[in-house]
C-alpha cells in the first residue's frame, strides 16, 4: 500500500467522527427549532378539547378527555360561521385588487428600473398601522363607509399590495428580456408580450403573491377592529369575544384560534412547492 493511500484513509478515518457529530448536532438542531414552532399549536388544539378546569391543570396536559363543546360554542353561541365569511370577503378582494395594481406596477418597476418606487411602496410596511387609523375613521366616516368590506378592503390592500409588488418585481427581473423582444419581433406589442410571454412565465410568482397576500390580509386585527361593525367583523377581531373584564374563556379561546390558523396552515401545506419555487426563481437573473 501506497503512502498516499495510507494518508488518504487515515485523513477519511479523521474526518468521520467530524461527520458523524456534526450530523447529530444538526439533527438535534432542527428537532429543537421544529418542537419549539410545533410545541405552541399542539397546546392550543390540546386546550380546545379540553374544559377552562382542565387547561388550568398541569395534571389534565395530556390525561383529560376530549370535548367538542368548545367548538360548538364557536359555531353556535358566537356564529363564527358569518366572521369566516367576512375574512374570506375581505381578504379575497384585498387580494384581487393587489394582483390586478401591483403586477402591472412590479413590472414598470422591474422593466424600467424604477427601484425608489419599490423603496418607497415598501415603506409603507414600516409605517405603524395605528397611525393611519385616525385619519382613515374620519375620512370614511364622512363619506359613511366605516363598517363596511368596501372599508375594510380598502385598507386592507395598504397590506398586501406592497407585499405583491416587491415579489412580483424582483419575480420580473429574473425574466429575460430577450423573451419580450422576440414577441415583439414577432408582431406582438409591449402588452401582449406582456400578457402572452410574461405572464405564463410568472405563475409561480403570482401563486406566491396571493397566498402570501390573502394570508397576511386573514390574519390582520387592527384595521378591522376599528373599521368594521358586528356585520362584517372579521375573525381576529371576533376572538375577542371570549374575552371579558372579570374572566377569560380559555376553551372558546383556543377553539376560535384553531378555526382561524387551520385555513391558513392548509393553504400553505398545499401551496408549499409553489410558495419555495415563487420566493426563489427571483433570486437570479437570466
Not at 414598470?108 to 397611525?131: C, D, E, H, N, Y
Not at 392548509?266 to 408549499?272: E, N
Request: net charge positive; aromatic share 10%.
Amino acid at each position: 500500500m501506497s503512502a498516499v493511500t495510507v494518508s488518504s484513509a487515515r485523513g477519511r478515518s479523521r474526518r468521520r467522527p467530524v461527520q458523524i457529530v456534526g450530523g447529530a448536532a444538526r439533527a438535534i438542531g432542527i428537532v429543537l427549532v421544529v418542537c419549539a414552532f410545533i410545541a405552541p399549536l399542539l397546546w392550543m388544539l390540546l386546550a380546545s378539547l379540553k374544559t377552562n378546569l382542565e387547561i388550568v391543570d398541569p395534571s389534565k396536559t395530556f390525561d383529560f378527555t376530549p370535548t367538542l363543546d368548545n367548538f360548538g360554542t364557536v359555531f353556535g353561541a358566537q356564529a363564527f360561521g358569518s366572521f369566516i365569511l367576512n375574512s374570506v370577503v375581505v381578504g379575497t378582494g384585498a387580494t384581487l385588487i393587489a394582483l390586478v395594481l401591483g403586477i402591472p406596477a412590479a413590472y414598470g418597476i422591474a422593466r424600467f428600473r424604477v427601484k425608489r418606487a419599490t423603496t418607497f411602496l415598501l415603506m409603507a410596511r414600516i409605517i405603524p398601522g395605528v397611525s393611519l387609523l385616525v385619519p382613515w375613521y374620519f375620512l370614511f366616516s364622512q363619506i359613511q363607509l366605516v363598517g363596511t368590506y368596501t372599508v375594510l378592503i380598502l385598507t386592507h390592500i395598504f397590506v398586501t399590495m406592497p407585499l405583491v409588488v416587491a415579489i412580483m418585481s424582483s419575480f420580473f427581473e429574473g425574466i429575460p428580456e430577450e423573451l419580450e423582444e422576440a414577441a415583439q419581433i414577432d408582431g406582438s406589442s409591449r402588452i401582449g408580450a406582456f400578457l402572452r410571454v410574461v405572464l405564463p412565465l410568472s405563475v409561480p410568482g403570482i401563486a406566491t403573491a396571493t397566498i402570501l397576500a390573502f394570508i397576511f390580509s386573514w390574519n390582520n386585527f387592527l384595521f378591522a377592529l376599528v373599521l368594521s361593525n358586528q356585520d362584517t367583523r372579521t375573525l381576529p377581531v371576533a376572538i375577542v369575544n371570549f374575552t371579558s373584564y372579570a374572566s377569560v374563556d380559555w376553551g372558546g379561546l383556543m377553539a376560535a384560534a384553531v378555526v382561524i390558523t387551520l385555513p391558513v396552515m392548509v393553504i400553505a401545506l398545499i401551496a408549499q412547492k409553489y410558495v419555495v419555487s415563487g420566493l426563489t426563481a427571483g433570486a437570479t437573473k437570466g
